[in-house]
């Protein structure tokens, strides 16, 4: 090959690099493994963990461990999925496509909503990106984010609101929820979007009808966020007149993976589709006029608008987005409630569980899903680890994520949780 | 070969269009069914406050078998690395080595909850320091974030410690230059970031202007966007002077990394005077590209940016365990989490694997393949800059469009019909019909041997008939597309009424 090429040595191939900024020694890193000692290297490493999935979890805060039907990782695991490009070249792309075509259905589907996009990275850069595009809409430079919203996903927009594209309100937080009256006194003729999650961080229903018309009475847009994974027991945000709704879709097929990668998705109204940041994918035809998917409205997009793109965003998460849609199709409208209903019930029946151990208090009385905060009648951080001790992993002690809820511990239950695992959690936390 | 081919019945299990999933199966079909409820039932709308869903999701019906079906006839109308050559210019579809897919699905890493104790993923959180501390290493840019999801969203990372670093020097400044010839995410992100783009032209061998980019250059920039090794393959040999220009006026150079795979081992972005960098690991580390994503864009900086790094940052203690720390003056978190975890674990497994010998080793090899396609193909596809690429070239289909009619397009549609994956094409928007080859090291001799045969071919059969050409692809799932149909008569979702 060199020979072909004209040079002696690879080094020649390399006279463009200036001599000064030429490396001129060995990376400073170990030297390559075989496979056995990577493996082996990559296993001591996963084995010095301890996952929650090895224990009896009751983490939730955004995260959650729901069952994974045994098909949707035989499917992911398809070198023709999870090694293809961004289906640039429709003819041979058509798997990705017609993919994406399903679960931009099974997002509307779930969300009540009209259209949908092929992914984001994301919850949380989800909401971001629909509090941009709601001001991009209402010319408008104001969003205000009810302060029960994941605290994490506050920080993100902010730190996006840093670049002045927006300006972030905050509306405080009372007995776990926002009321409308609250929100009313923020929201005004200046704001984009009323922006609330529900269930919110603390496991919480928002009263969305309400919310939802103090946004509109202002001419603000209304932005949910939802938890996919409830949409078979808990109404469509559609219905209380939601104009984006965007949400997490990990719990839908996706492994923790300590919270990375996720699901963003993002689902709007048909008025709004030219503002729809991300991709989209349309059926059309081929010459043959057999019936065929493409990438499509890319005039928004940025490899076609540059600095006037509706977002930057270029790789989504495809791949996580094919394990939804294959899970959606595992359970169907019957399991996928099946799974929301037991996720209800088994939260309410440890919560009545844990309140009767007399050491936790509830601090808000408004109706939850799937996930509750107590307050512990002792040190949380102390209680996390006894029970850690025990095989459980108790919740998550909220004041480690923000120092305004120190004492609160979030317990979410999944259905993958059982009766006896709960009772056992009781009595255990009763005998510290 | 066509549709039309009575040979080839239409609906044959492994070509053409499949139905969709929600028109598979029959009301009765199901996969998985739940176990029955251990707890007391209770009433859904007492608990959720009569927000109960009144009318189902139209989700599909279908048994597991149905599924299996679906998704196998889709997966066989894809093309990935593993169909054959995959030389998409500045997309790097390297081979996904089979051990990384294994190892992120190893239970102590695939199962953590982000918010377990510390002592409960130390090794998880000694597997991020690592792959840190070999960025940084590889970038010469000691500060490392892993939290970005992807390139576009690193280089919003990086253009916001940017704006935080300027602003805490007193004035956020205005605006931010890019070449041309950049990639579409530079501008989007700029905007996204509050400032202006101002475009700079570049020259003719895709490099930087130092004429126009000093002209450009005052106190209201902030910062240069650039990538280097360039869209055209070429490694700008004014490096030095271009980021000390950009530095007189006090502003940052930002290194877009999507040419990494080009000089690992062999040249850093950091002793090029960059002041921060963005690697997408689903390019040069290997990771798969998922049909588009998940990938995952970690950004390296000087130790100036450093203290406005995003947090949580994954750091090794005093006492030789790890903890998660917040810099002084950071701009905050760009996500969720850590960052795309289970991308990080195969990113690692790769270095490790690989080691600093064989990280440069790809590089070289990398280019070295680049360089003998370019030498076979640039006597029949003009090379608009002939001399040494670096990991990509660009040619130029305009000769065949003058002599034949026959554009870049038709080209690349016919490159499927042999079985290999188009190159990347019209992009750079500044070489005319361009097609952007990356071979990338993981090829053999062979495969560039036949990806050379086969560009041949298609030339000859552009003199000999054209419309061969403009007709292809001929025996993909489906040919060309009618993507106006698609804009003008949007069909974006399936709606049940349509259905049975």
Not at chain 1, 81 to 89: E, I
Not at chain 1, 374 to 385: E, F, K, Q, S, V
Not at chain 2, 152 to 172: I, L, Q
Request: aromatic share 6%.
């Amino acid at each position: 090959m060199l020979r072909s090429v004209g040079v002696t040595d690879v080094d020649e191939l390399f006279e463009s690099v200036p001599e000064a900024v030429r490396l001129g020694r060995p990376l400073d890193l170990p030297d390559g493994l075989s496979e056995m000692e990577t493996a082996a290297a990559m296993r001591a490493l996963a084995d010095a963990n301890t996952p929650a999935t090895r224990l009896v979890s009751f983490a939730g805060a955004g995260c959650y461990d729901h069952y994974i039907p045994a098909i949707v990782d035989h499917v992911v695991r398809r070198p023709e999925f999870f090694t293809a490009y961004t289906p640039y070249q429709p003819e041979v792309s058509q798997g990705t496509l017609q993919n994406i075509y399903e679960f931009q259905t099974l997002m509307c589907e779930l969300t009540g909503m009209d259209v949908a996009n092929a992914s984001m990275y994301d919850g949380a850069t989800a909401f971001v990106e629909a509090a941009l595009m709601a001001s991009r809409i209402t010319k408008r430079h104001k969003v205000v984010v009810a302060g029960s919203v994941h605290p994490e996903w506050r920080v993100v927009l902010r730190t996006y609101a840093a670049s002045g594209n927006i300006e972030v309100v905050t509306c405080p937080v009372e007995d776990g929820v926002i009321s409308a009256a609250t929100a009313a006194l923020l929201v005004d003729d200046s704001t984009a979007a009323l922006l609330v999650s529900s269930p919110n961080f603390v496991g919480h229903l928002e009263d969305l009808a309400a919310l939802g018309q103090v946004a509109h009475a202002a001419g603000a847009l209304f932005v949910v966020s939802v938890n996919p994974i409830l949409a078979g027991v808990l109404e469509p945000p559609s219905s209380f007149g939601a104009d984006i709704v965007v949400g997490e879709g990990q719990p839908l097929g996706n492994p923790m993976s300590m919270g990375g990668p996720g699901l963003g998705f993002f689902a709007c109204r048909q008025a709004h589709l030219r503002q729809l940041p991300g991709r989209i994918v349309g059926r059309t035809v081929d010459v043959d006029g057999r019936g065929a998917f493409v990438l499509t409205m890319q005039t928004r997009e940025q490899h076609i608008r540059r600095e006037k793109a509706t977002s930057n965003i270029c790789s989504n998460h495809a791949l996580n987005a094919l394990a939804a849609a294959v899970y959606l199709s595992a359970v169907g409208a019957a399991g996928l409630e099946s799974v929301g209903r037991a996720c209800v019930a088994k939260a309410h029946y440890l919560r009545d569980a844990l309140l009767a151990t007399e050491k936790f208090d509830a601090p808000y009385s408004a109706p939850f899903a799937n996930e509750f905060a107590l307050r512990y009648a002792g040190d949380p951080a102390a209680m996390h680890a006894q029970m850690l001790r025990r095989g459980f992993l108790a919740g998550v002690d909220l004041g480690t994520i923000d120092p305004g809820m120190d004492g609160l511990v979030l317990f979410a239950v999944t259905e993958k949780r059982t009766k006896a695992e709960m009772d056992s959690l009781a009595k255990e936390v009763a005998s510290l | 070969m066509t549709a039309s081919d009575a040979r080839f019945p239409t609906d044959a299990p492994t070509r053409g269009p499949r139905k969709l999933i929600f028109e598979t199966g029959s009301p009765e079909s199901r996969c998985v069914e739940a176990p029955p409820l251990d707890v007391p039932e209770i009433s859904l709308d007492e608990a959720l406050a009569g927000s109960v869903r009144s009318h189902a999701p139209a989700l599909p019906h279908v048994t597991e078998v149905e599924i299996a079906r679906h998704y196998h006839h889709l997966a066989t109308m894809n093309f990935g690395v593993d169909s054959g050559p995959y030389p998409l210019g500045s997309c790097t579809m390297k081979y996904n080595p089979r051990l990384n897919e294994d190892v992120c699905r190893l239970e102590g890493l695939s199962g953590l909850h982000p918010y377990q104790p510390l002592e409960t993923f130390q090794g998880a959180l000694g597997l991020m320091v690592g792959l840190s501390d070999a960025l940084a290493e590889i970038s010469g840019l000691p500060g490392v974030t892993l939290q970005p999801a992807a390139g576009a969203h690193g280089e919003f990372t990086a253009v916001m410690m940017f704006r935080a670093y300027h602003t805490a020097k007193g004035d956020p400044r205005k605006r931010v230059i890019i070449p041309d010839a950049a990639h579409g995410t530079n501008p989007a992100t700029v905007a996204m970031a509050g400032y202006e783009v101002t475009t700079i032209a570049s020259d003719a061998r895709g490099a930087v202007d130092l004429d126009a980019l000093k002209a450009a250059l005052d106190t209201d920039v902030a910062a240069l966007m650039l990538t280097n090794p360039n869209t055209l393959g070429l490694f700008d040999p004014n490096i030095v002077a271009i980021t000390e220009a950009v530095h007189a006026v006090g502003a940052l150079a930002y290194c877009d990394g999507a040419n990494m795979n080009a000089i690992m081992g062999k040249a850093r972005p950091g002793d090029m005077g960059f002041d921060a960098l963005h690697i997408n690991l689903h390019k040069t580390f290997s990771t798969p590209h998922g049909g588009g994503g998940p990938g995952a864009g970690p950004v390296c900086v000087t130790a100036a940016l450093a203290p406005f790094l995003p947090g949580p940052l994954p750091v090794r203690l005093d006492d030789g365990t790890f903890g998660v720390g917040w810099t002084d003056h950071s701009i905050g978190r760009v996500r969720s989490s850590f960052g795309n975890f289970g991308v990080l674990v195969r990113a690692y497994a790769y270095v490790l694997a690989l080691g600093g010998d064989g990280l440069r080793a790809a590089s070289e090899q990398a280019v070295l393949s680049a360089n003998y396609m370019k030498e076979k193909l640039k006597g029949t596809y003009p090379l608009p800059y002939d001399r040494p690429c670096m990991h990509e070239f660009v040619l130029s289909g305009a000769r065949l469009r003058k002599e034949h009619g026959v554009h870049t397009l038709d080209v690349a549609k016919r490159l499927l019909d042999y079985g290999i994956h188009p190159p990347t094409i019209y992009f750079p928007l500044i070489v005319d019909e361009a097609i952007m080859f990356e071979p990338t090291e993981t090829e053999s001799l062979e495969d560039l041997d036949r990806m050379i045969e086969v560009m041949l071919e298609i030339a000859a059969e552009a003199a000999s008939d054209p419309d061969l050409l403009h007709g292809a692809p001929y025996s993909t799932p489906v040919r060309r597309l009618d993507e106006a149909r698609a804009v003008k008569q949007p069909d974006l979702r399936w709606r049940p009424s349509s259905a049975r």
